[in-house]
């Protein structure tokens, strides 16, 4: 095999041959402060704009190391075109949505020129652009938010879990329902678009929801959703979700993308070949507070682990030291 | 009268918000005394929700529904109190800190310390540390609670207890903080006089803090 970026990415998605390397991979934002200044982009322009939003996505691969370019920085690209009023932040705060337009679980009418939102075709011509510039050297990585998550920006965070907890079961499904087809409808266009890989981020966390949440409520529609999209799929799904990586296995992802909480060494032991794993190098005290050489040693823990592709554990914070990104890459850089 | 106390406390822990103000009525009709509807059902029942939680036997869901209940619960109580003399645990202020508007942590932390009979003002969400200065001078809490979600407001939490110094503040108050990016060896290197995991831990904090030998009398 050659190992180049995406052929690196690729194989360790299916788990193949290993090449010269492992990849270092990001399936969430590695935008920092440093990577805005080195690329001459910013946010919010690279929400907004697709040629500033792919410039800043390959400054990921050229300038940083990293095996992919991943365009997509915010998790609110869907909601803008369903109605929410985002605020689109600045250098210095990631977008976040001001408010919740079907807190009362009312019908959600998805248009059906959805795919020409502008927050939704800015990032679809983003793809197109990148995978006219890098072609097949680089893995180029889509983003989409899953039911879950898009239950949460619609109906509102805690108001979705509360009725959870009610037990407004049919409410619940009902809802994520209506979502679903988004979801699809969206990641399939990126494939179309050019992306190689398309990361599926649904945050039912085990800081907010148990595992029989899961199981219950939203396997069944992760079971649909992977069988109704082609291409490979990563599933992002943040904090310790120690207690569920069976019930990820089954749901027919080809990786999940996971938090330095959980060990690397236990959750390989865990998942076993049923899908690759993706991660998990920590935000808060590593990436941001900590130092390149905090960043390598885990990297390198992660890599003898069996952890399949190295990178952050979620979308880093944006003062970022850059120096402590690039230790990632120096790691996988040393082979395995 | 105790299995009227025991049919509210088994309420609130299952989430029976239905259920609630009947049985918090029957209880009062039964001639249970105020005192130990609160005391020894509604509290001490979100006391073994909060251990629950605290051991993943539950999450947030259920903790919702189980706070809600418990509110209810006292709702229907607090009229039953005009004119007698209360007192609470101690008065604590809660707030997200500048720059990040995310609540649901803060919201628990919240329900659990008034399910364990605190005095709570919360002032919300995107506080500027102004705001907080203010309102410590004019309420005169007996802990400070700050949550950050996110890295990028961590280090408002900072800036709230340097202002606190300047204003020499810091001695009347202590300082907790908690959120998913935040941990014990961040608390200890802004100066905070705690770190707390989870809602369970704020609660067990606070009653280290303000003393555990204050029962809620009524």
């Known amino acids: 095999m050659k190992s180049t970026s995406h052929n690196l990415i690729m194989s360790a998605l299916y788990n193949g041959r290993k090449g010269d390397r492992p990849p270092a991979g990001n399936p969430t934002s590695i935008v920092c402060h440093g990577l805005m200044d080195a690329a001459g982009v910013s946010f919010p322009e690279a929400h907004l704009d697709a040629n500033a939003m792919a410039d800043l996505a390959l400054a990921g691969h050229e300038i940083l190391g990293f095996d992919t370019v991943m365009p997509e920085y915010s998790v609110h690209q869907e909601s803008a075109a369903l109605g929410c009023d985002v605020d689109w932040g600045d250098r210095d705060n990631m977008p976040d949505s001001k408010t919740s337009p079907y807190a009362e679980f009312s019908e959600v009418k998805i248009p059906e020129n959805i795919l020409e939102k502008p927050s939704l075709r800015v990032v679809l011509d983003a793809l197109s652009i990148l995978r006219h510039k890098v072609g097949d050297r680089v893995a180029i990585f889509g983003k989409v938010m899953g039911p879950w998550t898009l239950s949460y920006h619609m109906a509102g965070t805690q108001n979705f879990l509360l009725q959870i907890g009610m037990g407004e079961k049919e409410k619940v499904i009902k809802m994520m329902r209506q979502m679903m087809p988004l979801t699809i409808t969206f990641a399939r266009a990126q494939f179309r678009a050019g992306a190689h890989v398309v990361v599926l981020a649904d945050h039912v966390t085990g800081d907010l929801a148990g595992p029989y949440h899961y199981q219950e409520l939203l396997l069944p529609i992760h079971k649909e959703i992977t069988s109704q999209i082609g291409g490979p799929l990563i599933l992002h799904v943040c904090g310790d979700c120690n207690d569920r990586l069976d019930l990820f296995a089954e749901a027919g992802f080809e990786a999940y993308h996971f938090e330095f909480q959980m060990d690397a060494k236990e959750v390989v032991r865990k998942v076993g070949n049923r899908m690759s794993l993706v991660g998990c190098i920590n935000n808060p005290q590593v990436l941001f507070q900590g130092t390149p050489e905090d960043a390598y040693a885990q990297a390198r823990y992660a890599i003898a682990a069996g952890v399949n592709i190295i990178g952050p554990e979620c979308a880093i914070p944006l003062a970022t030291p850059l120096e402590n990104v690039k230790a990632i890459v120096s790691a996988v850089q040393e082979g395995y | ?218």
């Open chain 2, 1 to 218: 009268m105790s299995n009227h106390l025991d049919e509210i406390k088994n309420a609130v822990i299952q989430g029976r918000h239905k259920e609630i103000e009947d049985l918090v009525k029957a209880a009062i009709e039964g001639k249970a005394s105020i005192n130990e509807i609160v005391n020894d059902a509604l509290i001490a029942a979100m006391d073994v929700v909060g251990q629950k939680f605290a051991d993943k036997g539950i999450f947030v869901p259920e903790m919702l529904v189980s706070a809600i209940t418990m509110k209810k619960g006292l709702d229907l109580i607090k009229p039953l109190l005009k004119g007698k003399e209360t007192e609470s645990r101690g008065t604590i202020i809660m707030c997200t800190v500048k720059g990040d508007i995310h609540d649901i942590g803060k919201n628990l932390v919240i329900m659990m310390l008034e399910g364990a009979g605190f005095h709570v003002i919360d002032l919300g969400v995107d506080i500027t540390v102004e705001k907080l200065i203010q309102t410590v001078e004019k309420m005169k809490p007996n802990i400070l609670g700050l949550s950050a979600l996110l890295t990028t407001t961590m280090p408002e939490m900072k800036k709230v207890i340097e202002e606190l110094n300047v204003r020499e503040l810091r001695d009347h108050v202590r300082v907790m903080v908690g959120g998913a990016p935040v941990n014990a060896a961040f608390a200890e290197k802004i100066g905070a006089d705690a770190y707390g995991k989870d809602a369970v831990e704020a609660v067990e904090i606070s009653r280290r803090f303000v003393g555990q030998t204050q029962r809620f009398l009524l």
